[in-house]
Nanobody, 115 residues
Framework: QVQLVESGGGLVQPGGSLRLSCAAS????????MGWYRQAPGKQRELVAT???????YYADSVKGRFTISRDNAKNTIYLQMNSLKPEDTAVYYCYRRKFGDDYWGQGTQVTVSS
């Protein structure tokens, strides 16, 4: 059974930083593409960043240069380091796993950027 559990969200001031974590259960983590999506109120869910099994990463233009995705295969965990946060980064952030063509999602963690 595949489960994804996010943590690390919270309230932060503009310009601040947060690090999100996503712990994954199930086998084959090191072979799977992982990623982060986010959904702001009234908006569609959008891709933030992904990382392949080989460590190749991809970022949405809106977060490029500010966010960094990484993975620790020994811990079955991915991270999203978010720096220089802006109010428009406010959203629920979801962890994502693609395993044998099937998509799995975590429950989400709220990130609020506000003064």
């Amino acid at each position: 059974q595949v489960q994804l559990v996010e943590s690390g969200g919270g309230l932060v001031q503009p310009g601040g930083s947060l690090r999100l974590s996503c712990a994954a259960s199930g086998t084959g983590f090191s072979r799977d593409t992982m990623g982060w999506y986010r959904q702001a109120p009234g908006k569609q869910r959008e891709l933030v960043a992904t990382i392949t099994s080989g460590g190749r990463d991809y970022y949405a233009d809106s977060v490029k240069g500010r966010f960094t995705i990484s993975r620790d295969n020994a811990k079955n965990t991915i991270y999203l380091q978010m720096n220089s946060l802006k109010p428009e980064d406010t959203a629920v952030y979801y962890c994502y796993r693609r395993k044998f063509g099937d998509d799995y999602w975590g429950q989400g963690t709220q990130v609020t950027v506000s003064s």
